[in-house]
Every structure is written in structure tokens, then in C-alpha cells.
């Protein structure tokens, strides 16, 4: 266990659905990171939350916002759900200044059908 | 923002034979350097990182090595064994300002036995 939780670990759902990813980070960790992994590719950041507040975005579609609660967890939802939305969402924390590397959550495999 | 390029995309070695995987990153900011390997269906998990003050990091059979004029950063697993195959990513850090982490694309080893 890492410490960093993602519910659910498995998700279905139909094309033009709304899900909602959650994750509670490491404690003591202030930033969360939800990063999108599909088949055989790489890591593509999504966004960033540091102590409740937006840091930093990457290549996150219109369709998907995120927030991070004042207890620290973060939930990502993804709406209009299309069949490339399918992928491993992982959600990572990290103490503030990231130096010494996130801790990644064991993902939320999302199914889109 | 930081981009990293990572080399090669997938190595197949020997049981004993030695694997080396590099990656290049364009910032020359960038201040901290991880490695994460991913088995199959699960998270990522630090195996190594070196920061930017170091040339050179060691770790039982894996060890690190950074050259910050070229901008690039190497990872060397010695004596490798069938449980080293797994996905290997590099990433990279900007300054004390900027937590997220830029990915490589990853490399694919498979360690024949």
C-alpha cells in the first residue's frame, strides 16, 4: 500500500456518461496530481493541486475539471465519456516541493463502451 | 514547459547482462531526476532519482547518472534478473516553483531468461 487511495479501481460505463474519480493523498502530502495512461502509452499529466488551490494544467480536455477539497482529496471527473477516454487514471501526491517524487495511487481503470 | 525524450522504447537483454536506458530533457532548469518502474496492470513506483547537484547515484544494482551540460540522464541496471522487466519511465522536475513531473515515453525491458 502507498498510502495514496483511488476509488473505485475499476469503472464501466456508456458513451456520453459523467464518472467521478476520487483519491486521498499520502498524509502530510499537500499536492495531487492526476495523470491519464492509455494503452501502451506514457504518462500525460492532466492537473495539479496544491493545498486546495489549481497549480498547474496539462493537456486536460474540456470535458474533464477536477478539485481538490479542503481534507485534501481530490476528485476527477470526466463527462460526455467518449470510447478514448478508456485508460488508467492515476492519481499521485507529493509533499510540497516534489523532491523527492510523487507516490503514485494504484489507478482508477476506466472503461468506456 | 520541460519536454523529455526517452531511449529506447523497448530493450530486450539477457539474464546478467546489463540494461541502459536515457533520456534527455530541454530545460536546463530542471533541478530533480526520478526513475519509476511499472509493472504490468500496476502503479509506478521510485526506484531511483538523483537531483541536480549529484553526477552520479547507486543503488545496490541500479545506479543513475546525470550530465547537466548535455542535458541528459542515464539509468544502468546491472547482474539484470527476469523480475527487472517491467516499463521504465524517466521524468524530470523544473525549479522549486514548478512540482510537476514531465514523463518520458517510456522503455518496455524484457529480461530473457
Known amino acids: 500500500d502507498s498510502g495514496v487511495t483511488q476509488t473505485p479501481k475499476h469503472l464501466i460505463t456508456a458513451t456520453g456518461q459523467r464518472v467521478t474519480l476520487r483519491c486521498s493523498p499520502r498524509s502530510g502530502d499537500l499536492s495531487v496530481y492526476w495523470y491519464q495512461q492509455s494503452l501502451d502509452q506514457g504518462l500525460q499529466f492532466l492537473i495539479q493541486y496544491y493545498n486546495g488551490e489549481e497549480r498547474a494544467k496539462g493537456n486536460i480536455l474540456e470535458r474533464f475539471s477536477a478539485q481538490q477539497f479542503p481534507d485534501l482529496h481530490s476528485e476527477l471527473n470526466l463527462s460526455s465519456l467518449e470510447l478514448g477516454d478508456s485508460a488508467l487514471y492515476f492519481c499521485?501526491?507529493?509533499?510540497?516541493?516534489?523532491?523527492?517524487?510523487?507516490?503514485f495511487g494504484s489507478g482508477t481503470r476506466l472503461t468506456v463502451v | 514547459g520541460e519536454n523529455v525524450e526517452q531511449h529506447p522504447s523497448t530493450l530486450s537483454v539477457q539474464e546478467g547482462d546489463s540494461a541502459v536506458i536515457k533520456c534527455t530533457y530541454s530545460?536546463?532548469?530542471?533541478?530533480?531526476f526520478p526513475w519509476y518502474k511499472q509493472e504490468l496492470g500496476k502503479r509506478p513506483q521510485l526506484i531511483i532519482d538523483i537531483r541536480s547537484n549529484v553526477g552520479e547515484k547507486k543503488d545496490q544494482r541500479i545506479a543513475v547518472t546525470l550530465n547537466k551540460t548535455a542535458k541528459h540522464f542515464s539509468l544502468h541496471i546491472t547482474e539484470t534478473q527476469p523480475e527487472d522487466s517491467a516499463v521504465y519511465f524517466c521524468a524530470a522536475k523544473k525549479g522549486p516553483n514548478d512540482y510537476k513531473l514531465s514523463f518520458g515515453a517510456g522503455t518496455t525491458v524484457t529480461v530473457r531468461a
Open positions: 530545460d536546463s532548469a530542471s533541478n530533480y
Open positions: 499521485a501526491s507529493s509533499v510540497r516541493d516534489g523532491l523527492y517524487g510523487y507516490t
